[in-house]
C-alpha cells in the first residue's frame, strides 16, 4: 500500500513511523515544503533567549535520519500543489521547480498552520518577525547578533508572545506587550492571568493591555510602533505573536469539505473524501464537553492524532479519535500556568450553568525547604459536581496537578473524584492533604452550601451600607491593605466581637486565600448570619484588581529602566545584608510578622535581607516600608524565590526614595466636633478634591461625632457606651461652635448667616465631599473606646487603623490636623 503524507513535523512525521511499525512492506512519502520534518517546535523561543545554546539540539530527527531509520522517502523543500482525490494523485512541486505526479492508496494531510500577519501599514519593515518554525527562529537569532537590540515589543500575550518575552528580556531587551484583550494568556480565566501580569510587571515587562495595533514606521533607524488609540512606542525589534490560522487552502482546493475553522473530520480523523485523513492543527474536532467543533494548535494531540491516523489508514478505520480538552502549561519567568477544560468565561459564552472554586495551597509540605504556592481554580456543574475545567498557577508542581486534573476532566470525572483520589505523599513532594484535595474539599463545601462564596468581580458592586465586609486577618496583614469598607475583626476574634456585626445585614468574610474567611463564615451562620465567603480570599481580589501601568509611567520603550529605587532586579548601593531572614514557606503574614520582628531588634542603618516564596512579599513589604519608614532598597527573584533588601531608618529617617512623589495627595485629621472646625475641614477638603487631589479625612475622638447619622439605627450597647451616647452630640446637626456658642444660639446664628449669604450648610458640604470621591476614614480603635458603632456613622465610611492613616499621610503632600 501507498501512503503519502504532506507535512511532517508532530501529526506527520509521527504519523510515517507508525506506519512503518505496523506495516514494514508499505511504501510511505514523506513531503514537507520547508528543510526541516521533525524539530522542537516549542523550544524555539528558549534558543533565542539562550537557554539552549545548540541550535542542533532544535532538531529531533533530521531528514536524512528518519528517512534511513523508518525506510520513509523523506522530500524536503518539495510542495503539494494540488490534490485530485478521484484520480488518487498529489502534484508536488520539487525544490528545481518541476512538477510531478504522486499515486497514493492513503493520503494523509498534515499542513499546519500560519501566524496571522494583518495588513498593518509598515508591517514589512525591518526588524518585525514572526515565529512559527526553524527558519523563523534563526532569522530573529541572526537579528539579536547583529544588531543593537535594547528593547523589543511582542504584539500578542499568547503562548509564544509571553515565552518570548521571557526569552527577548533574558537576551538583554527591554520588553513590552501589547494585547487587544484585557489580559494575556486567552485560556485561563482573568483571576488567574493576573498572576502571569504581576510576574511580568515585576520582571520589567511593560503591559498594553486592551491596546490594538494601527502602523508601523520606521524612527531613525528604530521602529515606532503605532496604537488605534493615538499614543506610540519606539522599540528596536517587533515580534508579531497575534494568532495563527490553519492551512486549508490545499484541501479547500481539492473539494474535501470545511467546517467553521477547519478541516472536517469524521471519528477516525478521515476527510469527506474516501482514504484522505487529516491531522494536527488545520483540523476541527468536537470538543468532548460541549461537543462543538474547535481548533487545538498543541503538540500533544497532533501526536496522538498521528498514532490514531496511522491505525486507521493501514488497518481500515480500527481507531477513533475521542477528542482533546485542550490541556496546556507554560513558564513565564517564574511563573508556571497550566489549564485544562473549561474555564469560567467560555462556560459563560457557551450558557452554560457552572460554579467555580478558587484555593491556595503549598507545592509540598511547608515545612520542607522550597514550598511554593500554588493557585487552583476549579469550574464544574452546580447540581452533580461534573469537573469542567481547572487551571493552576505557581511556580513548582503545577504540571504534576494539572495533568491529574485533566484525566478526571476527561473520564467524565467530578470534584468529589479529587477528594478520593490517592496521591503519593512525603514533604519533599506533597502535603497531606495534596493542593488538588483541598480544591475539591472546598468545591464540595460550595455545592453542599457549607461554604456559600462570593467572587472577587462582585465585590466593588456591593452597596457597603447593605452589606457588612469583614477582613479575618491580622491587624498586621490588615494594615498593609485591605478592601473598601472592610472591618477587621480576626478570625480569632469573631466569636467574642460578634455584637459589632449587624445580624439584619448580609456579610461577607474574607482572609488572605480563603480559609480563615471559611471559619469565620461557619462561626457566623452557625449563629443565624447570612455570610458569603470570598472565593480566593484577598490575594485574588487583590491581584485580579491591580494596577497594571509601568511602575514609572513611562509608555515610551526605550532603553532606561524604571528609576526608581525600588525596581524589581535594581541594587542599592549599601546592599550589604547586616541580617539575613529565611521566610520561604510561610504564608501571609508570616513573611511580614518575621522581617518585623528583626528589625524591632536591629540598629538604625542596618540592612535585612529577606527571602520569600510567597510572590505577594515584594508587594507586601513595599507597603510595610511606606507605613514603617523604613528603606526598600531593592527586590530580585530567583528560581521563584523572592529576596528584599530592606534598611532600618532613623528615627528622623525620611523613608528612602518612593516609587513615586506624594504628589497632590491630601490627608486631613478631623479631631475636633466643633461646627467651625468641622467647616473648615470640609471646605479645604472640597477645595482640595476641586483641584484633582486625592483627599483622605480620618475622623477622631470627638471628631467622629461629624459623621453620625442624623437618625442612626437602634444598636446593643454596654451602659458605659450608652453614657458616652447620651454626652455626645447625636449627629452634625448638634455641634456647638468653639468660641461663643451661648448655649446653642452661636450655633444657630452661624447657621443662619452661612444661608443668607448662600453659603453650604456642613451637611452639604459633607455631601458635596462623598460626591467628589473624598475618603472617609473612622478610627477603629476610638470608635470602641466611645462606643460607637459602625451602623452609627454614615454609609460609605471606611473604618480602619492608625496604619490605614498612616500609609494615607505617607503618600499625602499636605497633612493637616484640624
Known amino acids: 500500500m501507498r501512503h503519502i503524507i504532506i507535512g511532517g513535523v508532530a501529526g506527520g512525521a509521527t504519523a510515517a513511523a507508525r506506519i512503518r511499525r505496523a506495516d514494514e512492506k508499505a511504501e510511505i512519502i514523506l513531503v514537507e515544503k520547508g528543510p526541516h520534518i521533525s524539530y522542537a517546535n516549542c523550544g524555539l523561543p528558549y534558543y533565542i533567549g539562550g537557554t539552549i545554546a545548540d541550535k542542533n539540539k532544535l532538531f529531533v530527527q533530521t531528514p536524512e535520519s528518519f528517512g534511513r531509520r523508518f525506510n520513509v522517502d523523506v522530500r524536503v523543500n518539495t510542495e503539494a500543489i494540488s490534490i485530485d482525490t478521484k484520480a488518487k494523485t498529489v502534484t508536488l512541486r520539487r525544490p528545481d521547480g518541476s512538477v510531478i505526479d504522486e499515486h497514493y492508496d492513503r493520503l494523509l494531510l498534515s499542513p499546519g498552520s500560519s501566524p496571522v500577519r494583518p495588513p498593518f501599514p509598515g508591517i514589512d519593515t525591518e526588524g518585525i518577525f514572526t515565529l512559527r518554525n526553524v527558519e523563523d527562529t534563526f532569522r530573529i537569532k541572526d537579528y539579536l547578533t547583529q544588531h543593537s537590540v535594547k528593547s523589543a515589543v511582542v504584539v500578542g500575550g499568547g503562548f509564544i508572545g509571553l515565552e518570548m518575552a521571557e526569552n527577548l528580556s533574558h537576551a538583554g531587551a527591554r520588553v513590552s506587550i501589547v494585547e487587544m484583550a484585557p489580559q494575556v494568556m486567552a485560556p485561563v480565566d482573568f483571576s488567574i492571568a493576573s498572576h502571569v501580569h504581576r510576574e511580568l510587571l515585576s520582571q520589567g515587562v511593560s503591559l498594553h493591555l486592551n491596546t490594538a495595533v494601527e502602523r508601523f514606521e520606521k524612527d531613525n533607524g528604530r521602529i515606532r510602533v503605532f496604537f488605534k488609540s493615538g499614543k506610540s512606542i519606539v522599540t528596536d525589534l517587533v515580534l508579531l505573536s497575534i494568532g495563527v490560522s490553519p492551512n486549508t487552502a490545499l484541501a479547500k482546493s481539492a473539494g474535501i469539505e470545511l467546517g467553521a475553522r477547519g478541516i472536517k473530520v469524521d471519528k477516525y480523523l478521515e476527510t469527506s473524501a474516501k482514504g484522505v485523513y487529516a491531522v494536527g492543527d488545520a483540523i476541527e474536532y468536537p470538543h468532548p464537553e460541549y461537543g462543538e467543533p474547535w481548533l487545538n494548535y498543541l503538540a500533544g494531540p497532533a501526536n496522538r492524532q498521528g498514532r490514531i491516523v496511522a491505525d486507521n489508514m493501514v488497518f481500515s478505520n480500527t481507531t477513533e479519535y475521542e477528542g482533546a480538552i485542550g490541556t496546556s502549561i507554560a513558564k513565564v519567568f517564574d511563573v508556571v500556568v497550566g ?86 505523599y512525603a514533604p519533599p513532594f506533597s502535603s497531606a492533604k495534596d493542593p488538588i484535595a483541598i480544591a475539591g474539599y472546598t468545591a464540595a463545601n460550595i455545592i453542599s452550601g457549607k461554604m456559600p462564596v462570593i467572587y472577587w468581580r462582585d465585590i466593588d458592586g456591593l452597596d457597603r451600607s447593605k452589606v457588612q465586609i469583614i477582613d479575618t486577618r491580622t491587624p498586621s496583614e490588615f494594615s498593609l491593605g485591605t478592601i473598601s469598607g472592610a472591618v477587621n475583626i480576626p478570625v480569632d476574634d469573631i466569636r467574642e466581637r460578634m455584637g459589632e456585626i449587624d445580624k439584619s445585614k448580609p456579610v461577607v468574610t474574607f482572609c488572605a486565600v480563603g480559609l480563615r474567611g471559611y471559619i469565620a463564615a461557619r462561626i457566623l451562620m452557625a449563629n443565624g448570619y447570612e455570610v458569603r465567603n470570598l472565593s480566593g480570599g484577598y490575594k485574588t481580589y487583590q491581584l485580579a484588581t491591580q494596577d497594571l501601568q509601568c511602575a514609572d509611567g513611562n509608555d515610551d520603550n526605550d532603553d532606561s529602566s524604571c528609576s526608581c529605587s525600588c525596581t524589581p532586579g535594581s541594587q542599592c548601593s549599601d546592599s550589604r545584608a547586616t541580617l539575613t531572614i529565611d521566610a520561604c514557606g510561610l504564608q501571609c503574614p508570616g513573611p511580614i510578622l518575621k522581617l518585623k520582628q528583626a528589625t524591632d531588634d536591629m540598629q538604625p542603618g542596618e540592612t535585612i535581607e529577606v527571602k520569600a516564596t510567597d510572590p505577594g512579599f515584594p508587594s507586601d513589604a513595599k507597603a510595610w516600608c511606606k507605613s514603617t519608614g523604613n528603606a526598600f532598597l531593592s527586590a530580585s527573584c530567583t528560581d521563584g524565590c523572592h529576596t528584599v533588601l530592606i534598611r532600618k531608618q532613623q528615627a528622623d529617617d525620611k523613608p528612602a526614595a518612593a516609587c513615586a512623589p506624594a504628589g497632590k495627595n491630601k490627608t486631613l485629621i478631623c479631631f475636633s466636633d466643633n461646627l467651625d472646625r468641622a467647616i473648615a475641614t470640609f471646605i479645604l477638603a472640597n477645595g482640595a478634591a476641586a483641584t484633582g487631589s486625592k483627599v483622605s479625612i480620618f475622623f477622631t475622638f470627638w471628631g467622629l461625632n461629624v459623621i453620625k447619622k442624623k437618625h442612626g439605627p437602634a444598636v446593643k450597647k454596654t451602659l458605659t457606651e450608652k453614657m458616652f451616647a447620651h454626652m455626645l452630640p447625636k449627629s452634625s446637626n448638634s455641634l456647638a461652635l468653639s468660641k461663643m456658642n451661648m448655649m446653642g444660639m452661636g450655633s444657630k446664628m452661624i ?68
Request: overall charge neutral; charged content about 25%.
Open 339 to 424: 489549564s485544562t477544560g473549561l474555564p469560567a468565561k467560555r462556560l459563560k459564552q457557551l450558557g452554560i450553568k457552572y460554579q467555580s472554586s478558587t484555593t491556595t495551597s503549598m507545592s509540598h509540605a511547608e515545612y520542607y525547604p522550597g514550598a511554593f504556592f500554588i493557585t487552583t481554580k476549579l469550574t464544574f456543574n452546580p447540581e452533580d459536581g461534573t469537573l469542567y475545567g481547572a487551571q493552576c498557577v505557581g511556580h513548582e508542581g503545577v504540571d504534576k496537578r494539572i495533568d491529574q486534573l485533566a484525566i478526571i476532566i476527561k473520564h467524565k470525572g467530578t470534584i468529589y473524584d479529587l477528594i478520593r483520589l490517592e496521591q503519593a
Open 751 to 818: 447657621r443662619g448667616i452661612m444661608k443668607k449669604k448662600n453659603i453650604d450648610s456642613l451637611e452639604s458640604l459633607i455631601r458635596q465631599a462623598m460626591d467628589n470621591g473624598v475618603e472617609f476614614i473612622a478610627c477603629q480603635m476610638t470608635m470602641d473606646m466611645m462606643g460607637i458603632k459602625k451602623e452609627e456613622l454614615l454609609d460609605g465610611v471606611t473604618v480602619g487603623g492608625v496604619a490605614s492613616y498612616m500609609q494615607k499621610a505617607e503618600e499625602a503632600g499636605v497633612n493637616l490636623f484640624i
